[in-house]
């Protein structure tokens, strides 16, 4: 069975504080790992697709780095606008996406 | 450039009620999904479809009910609602050429 587990549940940080977010996952025969960004009342927005283990992707304050077992977003010099919660996504060889909870960021001016 | 479209956005109804929610897309992807999501469960799959008049049971289908007569519809029928269907709702759609979904803005349902 496809499995996310993301972590921390929540994470608080200062402007400009960088840190990462993790996505662990099982999955047999990984098709993607999709990040998503999710604002209060909002359906996810599409962030990234990581294929295969040393990929990397970028967008503005954003990085998505994908190893085996896991997946990194890792946010540099973070602004309030980047509050929000982000969800990590696998698709395998036989389901569709399987979602991990979340995590809620919450970025302080 | 509508996208993808869902209504209504908020539903209050009674339990034992029949109540269907309406997911539209305008990108003509041959997939789409339903899912719901609830605080501490994350988003889970309800069903889902490869293209017209096929469609696939997800993590969560007990109590609802598909049906996909066109392409760019894909409504969702909660046959007699209980307060346990109380949820927000999430149509997704992606093309048959790449795995990444994009979403609707969410339908919020209470069930009384």
């Known amino acids: 069975e496809d499995q996310v587990t993301q972590s921390p549940e929540a994470l608080r940080l200062q402007e400009g504080e960088s840190s990462s977010l993790n996505c662990s996952y099982t999955v047999s025969g990984l098709r993607g790992l999709f990040w998503y960004r999710q604002d209060p009342g909002k359906g996810p927005e599409f962030l990234f697709t990581?294929?295969?283990a040393g990929e990397e992707k970028e967008k503005e304050r954003l990085k998505a780095t994908l190893t085996k077992k896991e997946s990194f977003l890792h946010i540099t010099a973070p602004k309030p606008e980047d509050s929000a919660t982000y969800l990590c996504?696998?698709?395998?060889?036989?389901?569709?996406?399987?979602f991990g909870k979340g995590t809620r960021l919450s970025v302080i001016a | 450039d509508a996208g993808i479209t869902q209504s209504p956005r908020y539903k209050i109804t009674e339990t034992g009620r029949q109540v269907t929610l309406m997911c539209h897309q305008t990108?003509?992807?041959?997939?789409m999904f339903w899912y719901r999501q609830d605080l501490g469960h994350g988003l889970r799959l309800i069903y889902y479809s490869a293209a017209a008049d096929i469609t696939d049971k997800g993590e969560v289908p007990d109590g609802y009910v598909v049906s996909r007569s066109k392409t760019e519809n894909f409504p969702l029928t909660l046959e007699s609602a209980t307060r346990s269907q109380t949820s927000v709702y999430f149509c997704?759609?992606?093309?048959?050429?790449?795995?990444?979904?994009?979403f609707g803005p969410g339908t919020r349902l209470t069930v009384t």
């Open positions: 990581l294929y295969s």
């Open positions: 990108w003509s992807h041959s997939y």
């Open positions: 997704a759609s992606r093309p048959g050429t790449a795995y990444e979904q994009y």
């Open positions: 996504a696998v698709h395998g060889g036989n389901t569709p996406l399987v």
